[in-house]
């Protein structure tokens, strides 16, 4: 378990975070360019001295202020990626590994041979960084920092650098290592997408401030991390199970805790999980099941809260079974429907985002307009 409880102070910069994360599995520190993100996993690396608080990973207290610990950097046995990967151009891929079992403190717990078996990196060891590709360089960053036998891996936004084609090419090997090695993993990222795809906590933060932390499937549906996110990439995350197949239509089925959702055909099996993203700005509503529209997925529900946001819109949540969804609306939509808590209505979802241990694309549509 790591606890996290900080106040840092700079010159024009102000950061407090509270919150708990699990001893295993990622963690990502989610928000905008100057949110505090880095700010924190510097705090836990020892680079910035917080103000105040406490900092501790798996039982052993890297800060407590009021207590007078402070550990000193080579003693926190932290691995830390950064957005460059930062490799010595003068070493092979080999030497560069090397490099980071000379650093290891503690017992072993992942070998050179395995490092090098989970990040598919063999065929490198010979050659040197300029001769890599950005994502070939990022892998090999990750494998170094694991072979210091790390007790929490840091990643500061290490897909940032990248264009999409070589995220998507590195993305399987940190799903590899989050899966078959037993160790935290703080990850910064501004993508939702890479949120979703490999992390199941989230401390999402905005100008210094925390706004919530909690599984992602919760922190990422509340309406109240719109400073995080904005307005038109706020929405809900459904744990789904993958229902049927319909290769005639090439359409695949997922339920989830109240109803079903269809999507383009999804190479996983029936039965497997998998994260639904619905954007607010892709659910419409009509007050009966309207039958002559292309939408497929026409779900009934009951609005359970209407809240006001920003500009001329509005949050209408609604309740499906034991799941929430959330739509926005305009005021002078809410008005002409006059919607109101307990209504019943029909939400029309036009686009859905889904992701899986497994499998992952994007099934939205071209940008739409709130209904």
Known sequence: MIEIDIRIERSSFRLESAFVAPGAGVTALFGRSGAGKTTIIQAVAGVVRPAAGRIVVDGETYFDLERGIDLPIEARRVGYVFQDSRLFPHFSVEKNLRYGERRARGTPFVGFAQVVDLLGIGHLLKRRPHTLSGGERQRVAIGRALLAQPRILLMDEPLA????????????????LRDE???PVFYVSHSIDE???????????ADGRQVAAGPVSEVMSRPDILPVVGRFDLGTILDCVVARHDPDYGLSTLSFAGGELRVPLVDVKPGAPMRARVRSRDVALALARPEDVSVTNRIP????????????YTDVELAIGASCLHAMVTLESVERLRLAVGMEVWALVKSVAVDSRAASFSAADSPSAPA
């Open 161 to 176: 650098a990248l264009d999409e084609a070589r995220k998507l090419d590195i993305l399987p090997y940190i799903e590899r």
């Open 181 to 183: 090695m037993r160790l």
């Open 195 to 205: 949120v979703l795809r490999l992390s199941d906590h989230v401390v999402a933060l």
């Open 301 to 312: 529900a009951q609005v359970s809260d209407i809240r006001r946001i920003e500009g001329p």
